[in-house]
């Protein structure tokens, strides 16, 4: 998860309509909120069901980008009370709470609490839990995190060549554009990378804005 800012206002009359469609693939760049994958193939979440919460059915700040997979692992019982509700990544910016790493020899995403607060402590825990659940299949019968986990790691290898190739090459502003593309709102799993950036003293300096 990654932090979101809205920009766009949507009229609708209904959260099918195309223009809610329309204005969550520029406020959110066609990636998934949940696992970050950029996908055209996504569904119009409810953050809070609307089967609990009617009178936010239609609400535009309610609704989010989130692909097949997503929508379908995260339990209906998520953000129906306070006990099982997760971090809003519209008001919370995850990447100061949840570090993610792709551990490719355990072949798994390790998920991990960096930081507390009284107010987000149980909002954290339970955003942990759902991203174990879609990255790792925990408490899921699902097998789509195979899929998402060979994807992630396409993607890192990629990134981890090019920050390598930064380092080595003299022709800096080449390197340095390829990596900021890769770190901007329009690339899909940003959190990781920039975790890979902040683990990284040296690329941290230049980056880590």
């Known amino acids: 998860m990654t ?11 209904h959260y099918s309509d195309e223009s809610v469609k329309e204005a969550l693939k520029k406020d959110l760049f066609k990636r998934c909120y949940l696992c970050e994958e950029v996908t055209r193939h996504f569904e119009v979440e409810h953050f809070y069901p ?7 059915e239609n609400s535009y700040e309610n609704l989010f980008y989130a692909c097949q997979k997503c929508n379908k692992i995260k339990p209906k019982d998520i953000n129906t009370n306070s006990e099982n509700e997760i ?4 008001e919370t910016n995850p990447y100061e709470y949840i570090k993610l790493e792709l551990n490719t020899k355990e072949c798994k995403v390790e998920v991990t609490q960096i930081k507390d607060e009284p107010d987000n402590g149980n909002k954290v825990r339970e955003t942990i839990k759902l991203l174990n659940r879609i990255y790792n299949g925990e408490n899921s ?19 981890r060549k090019k920050l390598d190739k930064y380092e080595k090459t003299k022709l800096k502003k080449v390197a340095l554009n390829s990596i900021i593309e890769e770190i901007s709102e329009q690339s ?19 980056f880590g804005n």
Request: net charge neutral.
């Open 141 to 159: 019968k699902s097998t789509s995190c195979e899929d998402l986990k060979d994807d992630i790691k396409e993607k890192i290898e990629e990134f």
């Open 87 to 90: 971090l809003n990544c519209c």
């Open 50 to 56: 609307q089967k609990y919460f009617s009178h936010l």
């Open 3 to 13: 932090k979101i800012d809205r920009k766009e206002n949507p009229t609708f009359n």
């Open 188 to 206: 899909a799993y940003i959190t990781f990378k920039k975790w890979i950036i902040r683990d990284n003293h040296t690329l941290n300096s230049e």
